[in-house]
């Protein structure tokens, strides 16, 4: 019987932060079958898709509105992924991730190189979260005002 490789807390943070808009935290984690790491890289080449469609056809694009936030979910779904991670005790980790290992196994420790990708990903979460939602409701609302001056000529 071959034991699984063990899973190193700190990597799969960084992992997250760094490459968690492709799904590689996920793929480290639970291996290249994990479904929800293959949404990833698909709502990050939607929103890719919708910053391209911007450049293309101007910020009026209405499909562009739709496309850019599914980017910027990705990447927040990813650092709160790596929020998650970092902030994960030991014991917990090991129990998730390195079963069959002892609870208080190295793997699972936090240092500060955890806390850095931790601090990143708060960072770097909050700044896509919250430009993606402003950029597609601030579309929706001018559209809807133009709408609606041209009912009323």
């Known amino acids: 019987m071959t034991q699984a490789p063990i899973k190193n807390k700190t990597l799969a943070t960084w ?3 760094l490459l968690g808009s492709m799904g590689v935290h996920r793929f480290y984690l639970r291996g290249l079958g994990d479904w929800i790491g293959w949404m990833h ?3 990050s080449a939607l929103g890719w898709w919708g910053v391209e469609r911007v450049q293309i056809y101007g910020q009026d694009d209405q499909l562009s509105w739709i496309l850019i936030p599914f980017l910027g979910a990705s990447i927040a779904a990813a650092c709160l992924a790596a929020i998650v991670y970092a902030l994960s005790d030991r014991t917990k980790w090991n129990r998730w991730f ?4 002892e609870d208080e196994a190295a793997s699972g420790a936090t240092n500060w190189l955890t806390i850095g990708a931790l601090v990143l990903a708060l960072l770097m979460g909050t700044i896509a979260c919250m430009g993606s ?8 609302f001018e559209y809807q005002v133009e709408e609606a001056r041209k009912i009323s000529q």
């Open 15 to 17: 992992l997250a932060v």
């Open 41 to 43: 890289p698909i709502a």
């Open 98 to 101: 390195n079963p069959g290992t």
């Open 133 to 140: 939602l402003a950029f597609g409701v601030q579309r929706y």
